[in-house]
């Protein structure tokens, strides 16, 4: 009974995988045959599904008397930048949102989900309206700019998911090593982030290469539109250019086509990663499952404390240990003297806008941190096999 309710149940599934292939597939199979039969075979009867004669005509005129070269060149320049900056601007306010703590966090992720809410339409005419008033309209500065305010929130929102995924242990190790905390993001989050950032930036790309209402409204010469709008200029009040715009749909769907073939592994790994934490964590300790616990760097020296240049304050006799724990992340161990003897404490950032900047030095190598140093009790970690 079991066998028989899992074919019929993998029966059904692929019946409606296929239906749901066939309803997404056929229009763009539609769009591409249609864009290559010639103008007087488009509205032949009986509807022919292969034409007997391929044409390319529909594509001669659509670049030699529509000049649909241009507008191709106006959405790559648009959604390239803007996606590019968007993406930019959204990874350093998403790290701020999900590294540190401040009275306007919580305001500010409200707005950013808010404005996600609010129809585009309804800000047309104000947006017009600025525009105007900053010789912006017809312009693709103008457009580039609108398209990063409107990509912003929703982009800071994503990426800060993964900035929370991201431990907050790798980033101490790659400033214990001497990183500032900009280099730490450049060269440590980031290319663990990758997958995010291609997700979001594709996110952008496509938005904007898709966008119509904001282009219409504001690119009036045919110099600065860009392809939605050259799509929306092949139906006029009497008549529908089909061959022309297939064409035109060809070229536009085109490129996203191409990008996510490049990039889909990165796009599916970067929203998996994104959406559910636990998985990504479970991921993290599978990779690092294969490091050896052991196989660790040691830096000793005297443990230091310089506030602000304020002053130096030494702990007598204590030793910091830099080792890398199970997971692979780094560890800052402070072995003192305490009244029971010697006692093992874990040193832990606190970062709050405004604060000091400590500077802890171990031995030649030293870390900088923004906010003030804390110190939390932790049991003595297990010596490794053969080092006693």
């Known amino acids: 009974m079991i066998g028989k309710e899992t074919a019929v149940g993998r029966a059904v599934r692929i019946v409606f995988l296929v239906l749901w292939l066939a309803f997404t597939v056929f229009p763009l199979y539609w769009i591409a045959i249609t864009s290559l039969k010639a103008?007087?075979?488009?509205f032949s009867f009986p509807l022919a599904y292969w034409p007997e004669h391929f044409s390319l005509e529909n594509y001669s005129e659509l670049f030699n008397k529509a000049d649909f070269g241009t507008y191709l060149t106006n959405s790559l320049i648009v959604a390239t930048v803007a996606?590019?900056?968007?993406?930019?601007i959204s990874m350093l306010s998403a790290y701020v949102l999900a590294r540190f703590e401040f009275r306007t966090k919580s305001a500010l992720l409200t707005a950013a989900?808010?404005?996600?809410?609010i129809p585009a339409f309804i800000a047309l005419g104000p947006l017009y309206l600025l525009m105007t008033d900053l010789k912006l309209v017809d312009n693709r500065l103008g457009l580039i700019?609108?398209?990063i305010a409107v990509c912003i929130p929703f982009c800071t929102v994503m990426l800060r998911g993964f900035f929370e995924n991201i431990p907050d242990a790798l980033e101490e190790a790659a400033m214990i090593d001497?990183?500032?905390?900009?280099?730490?993001l450049f060269r440590v989050l980031l290319p663990v982030m990758r997958p995010g950032i291609v997700a979001a930036f594709i996110f952008n790309f496509v938005n904007c290469w898709n966008e119509l209402f904001l282009s219409v409204t504001l690119m009036n010469s045919d110099a600065n539109k860009t392809t939605p709008t050259a799509l929306n200029g092949f139906i006029s009040s009497f008549n529908i250019d089909w061959g022309s715009m297939s064409a035109a749909a060809v070229f536009t769907i085109l490129p996203t086509m191409v990008l996510f073939a490049f990039a889909s592994r990165h796009i599916v790994q970067g929203l998996t990663s994104g959406a559910v934490k636990g998985e990504a964590d479970g991921r993290d300790r599978r990779s690092a499952a294969r490091l050896r616990p052991c196989d660790h760097r040691s830096v000793r020296g005297p443990a230091h404390r310089r506030t602000g240049g304020a002053g130096r304050w030494t702990v007598p006799g204590a030793e910091v240990t830099a080792r890398h724990d199970p997971y692979g992340a780094l560890r800052l161990v402070l072995a003192a003297p305490g009244p029971e003897g010697l006692s093992t404490v874990a040193l832990r950032w606190r970062h709050h806008p405004g604060g000091h900047r400590p500077v802890l030095v171990l031995g030649d190598a030293w870390e900088r941190s923004y906010g003030e140093l804390q110190w939390r009790s932790v049991q003595p970690e297990r010596p490794c096999p053969g080092t006693g």
């Open 39 to 42: 103008p007087g075979d488009i």
């Open 83 to 88: 996606g590019v900056v968007a993406t930019a």
């Open 113 to 117: 989900l808010v404005t996600q809410m």
């Open 145 to 147: 700019l609108v398209y």
């Open 178 to 184: 001497g990183l500032s905390r900009f280099a730490a």
